[in-house]
């Protein structure tokens, strides 16, 4: 039972979130931080730079797993930077829920405000905007 509970612990830590991150959750977060412009270059905002399509910030580059050429190559390519992002919402997805399967407002609060965006009442506007595209609550999950 102790070995089972480890391995549980360990797939949890080093595997992240299982939940699906849909499609067109993906899509209104790209369409909420740039109108998906594949040819949004980067831009300050208010502590670093952020770029590409999604507006990915050099840290969460880092989180992601650094895939691609390196930081602004990877936002600025649309293929890289969903990887990023999907790679990130795998890794902090459950870990800001507290362990719950995550949902697009999860998702979409976390890709605002980093790895405990989902808890954080600064990210609520993002998820509004989010929610709109989305077409309401669930349209995205």
């Known amino acids: 039972m102790k070995m089972f509970v480890f391995l549980a612990a360990l797939a949890f830590v080093f595997g992240g979130s299982r939940a699906v991150f849909t499609d067109s959750c993906l899509d209104c977060i790209c369409e909420t931080a740039s109108g ?4 949004a270059g ?10 590409g399509p999604y507006q990915i910030t050099e840290p969460f580059w880092i989180d992601c797993g650094r895939p691609g050429a390196g930081w602004v190559p ?8 969903e990887r990023c992002v999907r790679a990130y ?3 902090y997805g459950t870990y800001c829920t507290g362990g719950r399967e995550p949902n697009c407002e999860d998702y979409a609060r976390i890709h605002a ?15 509004t905007k989010v929610r709109r595209c989305c077409g309401g609550q669930w349209g995205c999950d």
């Open 36 to 39: 998906c412009n594949p040819n």
């Open 74 to 81: 990877c936002t600025t390519d649309m293929d890289c930077a």
């Open 113 to 127: 405000g980093g790895p405990n965006g989902c808890t954080c009442p600064c990210t609520y506007d993002y998820w």
């Open 42 to 51: 980067c831009v300050w905002g208010g502590s670093s730079y952020s770029c």
């Open 89 to 91: 919402m795998r890794r």
